[in-house]
């Protein structure tokens, strides 16, 4: 049962453009959602978060939108840069205490290309 | 640098075989975590531990066992390692008052094989 879910695999998109990756989400006791990063051979590495009390939150050029009432979230990357091309999941965790456990999605694999 | 540590980096193992992922961090945090990387299935929570002393079950504990030897550290053992433990492992760690604003700090993983 796959509670965080990125149903693309992959996405390719021109440096310069914008980059959105989706992620759906089932469970609705889910409060803190927050993107990661992985780069080959690494750990992933935090991005950006959202609580539930906001649609949106914005940093540099990322910004996370949040639709509770379609339990739907996206990472907006404007411009995209070549430096972008990862592997990004989105995460989600029921609530905000001690050793909040997170569900991490499938990821999706994003190519900046020149 | 600041951050978690793991070791080794890769390691092959025969089927049947035992070994122990180390773990440490070194950011004073009080919430440690092992997560296993497979193509497909994301990131799934092996164990947790919330403070030192506190173990929990995650969502793929069989065939593991966890010690939270101190704050700083969290080791994962496989007792009789399986080829369907052939997987990257990774460690995190997090501040436990409920900063999920910055969410982990995770380590750069352990690449295993089981043969």
């Known amino acids: 049962d796959q509670q965080v879910k990125q149903n693309s695999p992959s996405l390719s998109v021109q440096e310069g453009r914008i980059s959105i990756l989706n992620c759906d989400y089932t469970n609705s006791m889910f409060d803190y959602f927050l993107w990661y990063k992985k780069y080959p051979a690494e750990g992933p590495t935090f991005l950006i978060s959202?609580?539930?009390?906001?649609d949106k939150n914005e940093d540099g050029r990322f910004t996370v939108f949040l639709n509770k009432s379609a339990k739907h979230l996206s990472l907006h990357i404007v411009p995209s840069q070549p430096g972008d091309s990862a592997v990004y999941f989105c995460?989600?965790?029921?609530?905000?205490?001690?050793?909040?456990?997170?569900?991490f999605g499938t990821g999706t694999r994003l190519q900046v290309t020149l | 640098n600041a951050g978690v540590t793991q070791t080794p980096k890769f390691q092959v193992l025969k089927t049947g075989q035992s070994m122990t992922l180390q773990c440490a961090q070194d950011?004073?945090?009080?919430?440690m975590y092992w997560y296993r990387q497979d193509p497909g299935m994301g990131l799934r929570l092996i164990y947790y531990?919330?403070?030192?002393?506190?173990?929990d079950k995650g969502e793929v504990p069989n065939g593991y066992n966890v010690s939270r030897l101190n704050k700083r550290e969290f080791s994962l053992r496989l007792e009789s390692a399986a080829p369907s433990q052939t997987s990257v492992y990774f460690c995190?760690?997090?501040?436990?008052?409920?900063?999920?604003?910055?969410?982990?700090?995770f380590g750069s993983g352990t690449r295993l094989t089981v043969v």
């Open positions: 950011m004073n945090h009080n919430s």
């Open positions: 995460a989600a965790s029921p609530w905000a205490g001690t050793a909040s456990k997170l569900t």
């Open positions: 531990s919330a403070s030192e002393g506190t173990t």
């Open positions: 959202i609580s539930s009390i906001k």
């Open positions: 995190a760690s997090s501040e436990s008052t409920g900063r999920m604003s910055v969410g982990y700090t």
